[in-house]
């Protein structure tokens, strides 16, 4: 039973935490060029990345359902199950995953450095709110960012997925579109991307926690980074399950 309150303390002690960050991202002063600059590391330095997979992906995804739906004769359903899957599920998710192990793993080795040489306590010693500076901006930037990167993910996974098809089908690139958005309704398109930023907000949370309140010195940098992502990932999973259900939910009619 040991590890069930340890479970439930550490579940707590997180909660808190990211109950501080809420707090603190709505109260003055704020630190919009911290933000800024965070915001360019999160987003610019992961666009490629992101792109980069989505694409393969989307070739990838694409050759397989070939193979299946030809059996059935259903090759013309191939756009909508490329289009469907990836706006609804395979983006969202995927993308959350990359940014924890691309900015989480960052996010708590920075935090995690900082605070093993002392750099968190001279910056308070200047009467500067360390938590603030440091801590807000990094979970803000990835709840911010992790939904536009999720759209440029989901439309490189459907030009991978054109461009696979037309060396198959030769198909027509207004006919391919046309037939990827037949089954695709606002409600498959917006909460679902809208999820990402929950995952976002994770990210930033549970890494910054992990950085921020080592005190293991150096040896706690590599287990800040390394339990920002595993934490992360599988905080994200679990959430990804229950916005499912909340979206099933709120859009009973539409949502696939």
Not at 28 to 48: D, M, T
Not at 80 to 105: H, K, N
Not at 236 to 252: E, G, H, Q, W, Y
Request: net charge neutral.
């Amino acid at each position: 039973m040991r590890w069930l309150s340890r479970l439930f303390e550490f579940v707590g002690k997180v909660g808190l935490f990211s109950l501080r960050v809420l707090i603190a991202s709505v109260k003055p002063p704020f630190e919009f060029a911290q933000f800024c600059r965070q915001l360019a590391e999160v987003g610019n330095r992961s666009l490629a990345l992101l792109i980069v997979s989505g694409f393969a992906l989307g070739a990838v995804m694409t050759l397989h359902t070939r193979s299946t739906l030809v059996t059935f004769g259903a090759t013309a359903m191939i756009p909508a199950v490329q289009a469907v899957s990836f706006f609804v599920e395979i983006g969202p998710l995927v993308a959350g995953l990359l940014l924890a192990g691309r900015v989480g793993s960052g996010i708590g080795a920075v935090l995690a450095n900082m605070r093993a040489s002392e750099q968190i306590d001279a910056i308070e010693s200047l009467s500067v709110d360390s938590f603030k500076f440091l801590v807000v901006p990094r979970v803000l930037a990835c709840t911010i960012a992790l939904p536009f990167l999720t759209l440029f993910m989901d439309f490189a996974g459907l030009l991978g997925g054109f461009l696979s098809e037309e060396l198959s089908s030769h198909i027509a690139p207004a006919l391919y579109l046309n037939r990827a958005f037949d089954y695709l309704q606002w409600s498959n398109f917006i909460a679902p991307t809208l999820k990402t930023a929950v995952f976002g907000f994770i990210i930033g949370s549970v890494s910054a926690y992990f950085g921020y309140t080592t005190d293991k010195g150096a040896q706690g940098v590599g287990e800040a980074a390394t339990n920002s992502v595993v934490v992360s990932s599988l905080l994200i999973i679990v959430a990804d399950v229950l916005l499912i259900k909340c979206i099933f939910f709120l859009f009973p009619d539409t949502a696939i």
